[in-house]
Structure formats: C-alpha cells, structure tokens
C-alpha cells in the first residue's frame, strides 16, 4: 500500500513558475515509477509526466515538454514536478500516481495508487 500526498499548488501569474511535490508513504517507492497527471474543469484526466524507479529515464506529453521537469529523491520518498513558463490552460487539479510496471505507460488505469489532487491556477 502506497499513500501520496501532493502539495505546492497555487495561483500563479502566466510566465510564472510552481514546484509541486508529492511525498510517499512507505517502504517501497523505490520500487514504483511515478506519475503526474492533470484534470481541468469539465475535461478528463489527463497525462502529464512519467519518471522511472530509478529516475533515469522520464516521459512528457508534449503540451508539457520542455517547459515542466519530474524529478524524484527516493531517500526522501518525494517526486517533483517543476512547472516553468506557465500559461492559463494549464490549469487544473494536479495528481500523482504510482505505478508498479516498469513499461512506460500513460493511461489513468495503468496507475496503481493516486493522491488527492492540489489545484494549480494560472492567471493571464
């Protein structure tokens, strides 16, 4: 069992940066690659990034790539997303996952253990 806890959301001006954290419970988040997914008002959920156990190799869709950076400190059982440049459609609530397959995978039901969400509200 893996419990997560996101943090770091907020109200940002575009152009801006945030860095949500999200720290786990547990013995055992070496052993999971972790995710960011994001979900706005009235749309589903959605990918945002992947980082393997070892945070060697991560995955970003593109509207992220190159702007937002996952990162992860396994003695610290924390994964990071920095989020620079901003822009207003990148509002939403902002979740982590956990995932026990090492295959890179982006899909919602991959993902065996979700933290509850902080929102991020970039203004214009």
């Known amino acids: 069992q893996v419990q997560l806890v996101e943090s770091g959301g907020g109200l940002v001006q575009a152009g801006g940066s945030l860095r949500l954290s999200c720290a786990a419970s547990?013995?055992?988040?070496?052993?999971?690659?972790m995710g960011w997914f994001r979900q706005a008002p009235g749309k589903e959920r959605s990918f945002v990034a992947r980082?393997?156990?070892?945070?060697?190799?991560?995955y970003y869709a593109d509207s992220v790539k190159g702007r937002f950076t996952i990162s992860r400190d396994n003695a610290k059982n924390t994964v990071y997303l920095q989020m620079n440049s901003l822009k207003p459609e990148d509002t939403a609530v902002y979740y982590c996952?956990?995932?026990?397959?090492?295959?890179?995978?982006?899909?919602?039901?991959?993902?065996?253990?979700w933290g509850q969400g902080t929102q991020v509200t970039v203004s214009s």
């Open positions: 980082i393997s156990r070892s945070g060697v190799s991560t």
């Open positions: 996952a956990a995932d026990s397959a090492v295959l890179t995978r982006t899909s919602i039901g991959n993902y065996d253990y």
């Open positions: 547990g013995h055992t988040f070496s052993r999971y690659a």
